[in-house]
Every structure is written in structure tokens, then in C-alpha cells.
């Protein structure tokens, strides 16, 4: 359903877990989010017991599909499946694209990272719908996120390929208008919306700077 037009849905990519957002449950700040004009929404848990991924899992592809956004499941192609998501977003290192292609069907979305050119490259030759590049600014969300790296490689990929791209690592309301135009299609943040006391304003701000930069 969404896969046909995955390059409309990355504007705004929302990436979360389901621990440490203070006093707010995480469906409550992905409602937030969504409210504000999230067109894209990862969930990406890697401590949590398979349970609680399960039930909260399920109440934000519930609340996705409210707001007509695909949800993506990070990595876990059983726990994708389970939840009968609308797609994963897969690293270098996890299931390769063409295997997540042939667990999940024609009709789920897959993304792929990619830090570099050669990465990209595999990724592409793997079948990704889109491209996750980064880091692009430091970050200190993801863990294994490595160096920042700027936006140059997402204008090396535009120049040499078609394939839609969001941008990610350290990206806010002040520098994605330079990943937009790099020629990246949307922005995928964490903090930048999960971390600000009012979510909803915050991907509103996103939204607008991502499709003001794009006119």
C-alpha cells in the first residue's frame, strides 16, 4: 500500500523507542507527533522483553494506521512480521535486504542504512525502497551511529542514483534544511522531536522547514 510511494512518506521520519521519555508513555508522544504532521514512523527497541515490544508494539501500528503512516520495525524481521508491519529498516550488518524481501512480500516497505558509498551502493543492489544516510551530524542517540559525516554523501548519491533518501544522526529544527538540499527526500529524528516538551509543535517545525526547503 505505502511501498509505491515510499518518497512521499519521508519527509518527517519519526524514530523511537518505547523507554525513557520521562513521564509520557511513548504512544503518547508518537500521538504528539503524528498530530503534528510525522509522515513516517520507525519503532526501534533493542532492550525491551519481546512482551512489551508485542502489546506497545501494536498500539502504536494501531495509531499509525489512524493517521494513515507506515510503521517500520528497526532490524527485527519476526517481530515486523508479528505486528504485520508495513515494513523494517535493516543496518549493513542484519538481514539483507533481498532475504527481508522474501520473509515479508512485495507490499512491505524496506530500508536500508548506508554511511558510505559503497554501502549504498550494496543497498541499492539489495532492493531498498529508501536510504537511510548518516550519521550526518554527530549524535548521541544511536550508540553505533559512528562519525558524523556531513551531507556530502547524500549529494553523491543523488547525483548517481535514484533511490529516495532521509538523512539521519543529529538532525533538528536548524540544520535539515541543508540535508534537504543535499538532495535527501525527508529527515529521520529522534530527540529532535521525542526529547522537546511539546512534540506535536516540534514536527510541525520540522514538517514546515522540510517542504518550504523543498518549494
Known amino acids: 500500500m505505502y511501498r509505491e510511494r515510499i518518497a512521499d512518506y519521508l519527509p518527517v521520519y519519526l524514530v523511537m ?16 507527533a503524528l498530530e503534528g504532521g510525522v509522515t513516517l514512523f520507525q519503532l526501534r527497541e533493542k532492550k525491551a522483553p519481546l512482551r512489551q515490544v508485542l502489546e506497545q508494539g501494536a498500539e502504536l501500528r494501531d495509531l499509525c494506521r489512524q493517521y494513515g503512516v507506515p510503521f517500520l520495525v528497526n532490524d527485527r524481521i519476526d517481530v515486523a512480521l508479528l505486528l504485520d508491519a508495513d515494513g523494517v529498516h535493516v543496518g549493513q550488518d542484519d538481514v539483507p535486504g533481498l532475504e527481508a ?15 558510505n558509498r559503497e554501502e549504498a551502493e550494496w ?27 556531513g551531507t556530502g554523501l547524500i549529494r553523491e548519491i543523488a547525483g548517481r542514483w535514484d533511490v529516495p533518501m532521509v538523512g539521519i544522526g543529529g538532525i533538528h529544527k536548524d540544520n535539515a534544511a541543508a540535508v534537504i538540499q543535499a538532495g535527501a ?31
Open 17 to 32: 523507542g518505547l523507554e525513557h521519555h520521562g513521564d509520557r508513555t511513548a504512544l503518547e508522544i508518537a500521538r504528539e
Open 123 to 149: 543497498a541499492i543492489a539489495q532492493g531498498a525502497d529508501y536510504l537511510g544516510v548518516g550519521a550526518v551530524y554527530a549524535t548521541s542517540t544511536k550508540e553505533d551511529a559512528g562519525a558524523a559525516i
Open 101 to 115: 524481501r522474501k520473509l515479508l512480500g512485495d507490499s512491505k516497505i524496506i530500508g536500508i542504512s548506508a554511511g
Open 185 to 215: 527526500r525527508g529527515i529521520a529524528v529522534v530527540s529532535a522531536i521525542t526529547k522537546q516538551s511539546d512534540p506535536r509543535s516540534a514536527a510541525a517545525l520540522l514538517k514546515q522547514t522540510v517542504l518550504q526547503t523543498k518549494e
